[in-house]
């Protein structure tokens, strides 16, 4: 059986961000970190932008974070191969250690989230070799 | 000490549009025999070709291009000098000009033929066109694993937009509204019907802001213009100079943008109008890059045209429509005139020279002087400002 999901686009994965990649697996979010200026770095990069330095680190963060902006999509305006992950809410998570991630708001109706949302990371199987995160809401 | 200022003395077109039969290399020479009979040289005053390729049919027509085709077809051999593709996305036409500028000054430019053709409406089915735009603006490792397309971006745009400035939906379907408008009045628009605020609103329900209406839908189509010196243009019928360029390089996808409100049109704006020494109050109309309604409110309030949070009321009180004090894309802009990929900067281009020649017809601004184009690449990963004007004294 050819299922939709088997056809979903999979990341194009680059050597330097491989690490992100393991670390979902293992139900952790990672990010980098530049050890001679301090500052977060998502996506990854080879060096850090900020200073060109090559002494970055990988780092596990909180997973917390708001929702920056969103698109609250009705069922007309969902691509094709995300049909069965319908409803979910593509947003920009604005990250405590201040980087932005592009996700989905999941485990929620989507006319509840709103900008400045609190949200916190959960992990999805996509298959073997990839997990995604995905944000839904905060608790507290 | 003054630079010496470029201009553009010929300018051609295609209809925009579906036409299946219509090759990219057809359009090519079409746009190019206009653009020379419009400058009023000689073809053989051409000394240089800087071609922006087709998404369409990138391998195919870029290679052709870059290997002289155009100069076997204008029978150019032995003349030209330099012959190459340029290419930014919807950037294409400012970069483009960009490098003539700097090829002219540096004397190794006299004439620069400039062209752009693609065939995105005709070359495949919506979604395998939808494909190619998206491996082109969306990030393969970041974005488009998780489904983000045109619609999830015009809505990260149009809500956090929301948010910061209260404009309404209703608003926000005026641009679409007014930019139909212009397109009524423009043969070579490929959407000419007119469409009200009502209708925009209740065209296909895509997500909790916007509808089908707010988006571009991808067409054949393509212009050439002709670049030389301000000097050597004096001689032409009716040259447009390019007064004043501003430009700011952001981000490579939407993700990484810090301001997906605002982008950086106001320092490429300023930096345009601080070197034609003209302001926003001197502009007789403006074309804005878009291929979302939502991006005309922001970069017409950057560009300062109105404060911020204020672009919508002037859209809702047709302002910038037909007859309105400042007219906004007169084209009809890539929503209404349509989405050729990296040619919907060249069109505004050519619209805004259209005007400041006089050559507009039935959507003519009465004695335009100075206006201003943008373009952008990408996911709006660059902001570019460009003035032009036919008044030689602004040199």
Known sequence: MNRIADNKPRPEVQRWSKKFWESTKQGKLSVQKCMDCQQYIFPPRLV??????????????????????FAALEPAGVPRLFKDDFPYVPALIELEEGVRMASHVIQCDPTDVYIGMPVEVVFEKLDDEFTLPKFKPLIK | MKREKIAI??????????????????????????????????????????????????????????????????????????????????????????????????????????????????????????????????????????????VVLCDWIMNRYIYETGTTLEQIAAVVESNRKWARLNPHAAFRDEISVEEVMKATILTSVSTSAHFQTYTDGGSAFIVTSAERAKEAPKPVYVLGMGSRCINSIITTCPDITRFSYKEAAEEAYEEAGLTPKDMNFAQIFEWYAIMQLIVFEELGFAERGKAGEYFAAGKCAPGGEMPV???????????????????????????????????????????????????????????????????
């Open chain 1, 48 to 69: 850090c932008p900020n200073c060109l330095s090559e002494n970055v680190e990988w780092v596990v963060i909180s997973g917390r974070g708001k929702v920056w902006t």
């Open chain 2, 329 to 395: 894309n007169t084209n009809g802009g890539i929503l209404a005139q349509g989405h050729t990929g990296a040619g919907g900067g060249y069109a505004l281009l050519i619209e805004a020279v259209r005007q400041l020649k006089g050559q507009a017809g039935e959507r003519q601004i009465p004695n335009a002087r100075y206006g201003l184009y943008t373009s952008s690449g990408g996911s709006f990963f660059d902001c570019h400002v460009t003035i032009l004007g036919n008044d030689s004294a602004a040199l």
């Open chain 2, 9 to 150: 003395i010929g300018i051609g077109e295609v209809p925009t549009g579906f036409f299946p039969e219509r090759s990219c290399k057809e359009i090519a020479m079409q746009t190019s025999l206009e653009a020379i009979q419009d400058a009023g040289i000689d073809k053989n005053e051409i000394d240089t070709i800087l071609v922006t390729g087709a998404l369409s049919d990138r391998m195919s027509f870029e290679i052709h291009m870059a290997t002289g085709r155009m100069i076997e077809e204008l029978g150019l051999g032995n003349r030209v000098k330099t012959n190459a593709c340029i290419f930014s996305g919807g950037s294409s036409s400012a970069n483009t000009l960009k490098i003539a500028e700097g090829l002219i000054r540096a004397g190794r430019a006299n004439v620069i033929l400039c062209i752009h053709a693609d065939k995105l409406g005709t070359c495949g089915t919506p979604e395998q066109v939808e494909n190619i735009l998206r491996n082109a603006v969306f990030c393969p490792e970041w974005e488009i694993p998780y489904g983000i397309n045109g």
